[in-house]
């Protein structure tokens, strides 16, 4: 006899045994309650650019600095799992704010398998399965990384050299060459792996036969360090 227990039924239960305080405030029973969100919106501001036109638009929560540059730290160097919704709403509100109308297959720049064992997870893809279940846009796992590949640390001309070497298109994926592909990272530094994992998109649907002007690709990153243009 199966038993079917309500979501809602096991995060209240969960929250019950081992309670959720907001990164913000403290305020129990949320990992980052509305106010805090709020605020840190304001203080923080998502934002977009159009300058690269390899990109339709490039979009941004907001820079890495303050709670929110501290929750994607402790996200991808604790595996603090809980704020992978918050960080989807994030990112769902600004799609909202900068994008409104548009459907978007999302694209997890996949991570390195080496971190997503250390971490437990794989930090992107659930983010992106998190705005899947919420904003209903499909998650596709285009793109595959190739295990060595490593980028914390090296300048900005290596880790250019390195991405383009890291990115190779899943041949078990099926997509739409059409679709308006969102691809989705944690932090912006140099651009770099976006850049490298929107050239071999592009190459994929080129050989495919769309036109370079039929190509429809856009990126979104949860935060950008200060210093670093899109
Ligand atoms: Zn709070």
Not at 106 to 122: A, C, Q
Not at 136 to 147: A, H, I, Y
Request: hydrophobic share 40%; glycine share 6%.
């Amino acid at each position: 006899m199966k038993f079917y227990v309500k979501n809602t039924t096991i995060g209240l239960i969960l929250n019950f045994i081992y309670p959720c305080y907001c990164r913000g405030c403290g305020k129990i029973g949320t990992a980052f309650c509305y106010c805090c969100y709020f605020n840190n919106t304001r203080e923080n501001p998502a934002f977009f650019s159009k300058k690269d036109k390899n990109f339709r638009i490039i979009m941004a929560c907001g820079m890495r600095k303050g709670v929110l540059g501290a929750m994607v730290a402790e996200y991808k160097y604790y595996s603090r799992r809980h704020f992978a919704p918050v960080f989807a709403k994030y990112l769902l509100d600004t799609i909202k704010c900068f994008k409104k109308d548009e459907r978007f297959v999302l694209v997890p720049l996949p991570t390195i398998s080496k971190h997503i064992r250390s971490r437990g997870f794989d930090h992107i893809r659930r983010i992106c399965e998190d705005l899947s279940r919420i904003s209903g846009f499909k998650t596709c796992l285009v793109l595959n990384r190739d295990k060595s590949a490593v980028q914390v640390g090296a300048d900005a001309k290596t880790r250019l050299k390195q991405a383009k070497e890291a990115y190779k298109i899943n041949s078990k994926a099926s997509f739409d060459p059409k679709s308006h592909f969102l691809l989705v990272d944690d932090v912006w530094t140099t651009g770099a792996s976006m850049r490298a994992a929107r050239d071999v998109l592009e190459a994929e649907l080129v050989r495919r036969g769309l036109k370079k002007s039929e190509i429809k690709i856009s990126a979104i990153c949860l935060v950008k360090n200060d210093g670093y243009e899109f």
